[in-house]
């Protein structure tokens, strides 16, 4: 439960991928009226990344069965994000007390704000994803803690609450091709007694 490593990476990376899906995996349908655009004929880009330190365990854990204490909702009351930046590689490793600059890796030199480390951390991608024709693309995040995907308002991926390494994955079925609305979000827990010391308690598992 100490560790914020964030694969939202596989998720990006099958995008390309579009034959990948896996038939024993759940399906997700995103019907074609929920795309704003017609698909983009150039590839690359990135997702627009937000990041907030909160208090000592101030961020619920339950957010996988409550849906007031669904990350993605906690995140719309948590004000001006401490930190922005362009997010393009989508695997961000660390632990608790990585700092947000050091955890984003080649995404760091795009930080604007105040950093932190990422111990009672929350973070948001949004932007859009491209889909060049109707097809099933598998979709997923390894996390710890909690993190989720939605497409065009619609719940994806549900890997929220507290917990250590653990990966979701499903099928998006896409009816047809364009751009689409898509937010992750991520958080990590208070795992630490914020002292040092005697008074912390950390693993230091770099694997976050």
Not at 3 to 16: D, G, Q, R
Not at 29 to 39: D, K, M, R, V
Not at 75 to 91: D, H, S
Not at 151 to 163: E, K, L
Request: hydrophobic residues 40%; charged residues 15%; negative net charge.
């Amino acid at each position: 439960m100490g560790n914020t490593s964030l694969k939202l990476p596989l998720f990006l990376a099958l995008v390309s991928a579009l034959s990948m899906a896996t038939t024993s995996l759940a399906q997700i349908n995103i019907p074609a009226n929920l795309s704003i655009n017609a698909p983009l004929t150039t590839a690359g880009g990135n997702l627009k990344g937000e990041y907030w330190r909160r208090p000592v365990n101030s961020i619920p854990t339950d957010g996988a069965t409550s849906s007031t204490n669904r990350i993605d909702n906690q995140i719309n009351g948590f004000g001006t994000p401490n930190g922005t930046f362009r997010a393009t590689r989508f695997v961000y490793l660390g632990n608790d007390l990585t700092m947000i600059n050091s955890w984003l890796g080649a995404d760091a030199s795009s930080f604007v704000g105040n950093a932190n480390n990422l111990d009672d951390g929350a973070i948001r991608l949004s932007g859009f994803i491209n889909i060049t024709n109707a097809s099933t693309v598998r979709l997923g995040t390894t996390s710890d803690d909690g993190s989720r995907i939605t497409i065009a308002g619609i719940d994806v991926i549900n890997n929220d609450s507290g917990h250590g390494d653990a990966t979701v994955d499903t099928n998006v079925v896409f009816a047809a091709a364009g751009l689409y609305p898509i937010e992750i979000t991520f958080f990590n827990g208070d795992w630490t007694s914020d002292g040092t010391g005697a008074k912390l308690n950390h693993s230091g598992n770099p694997d976050p």
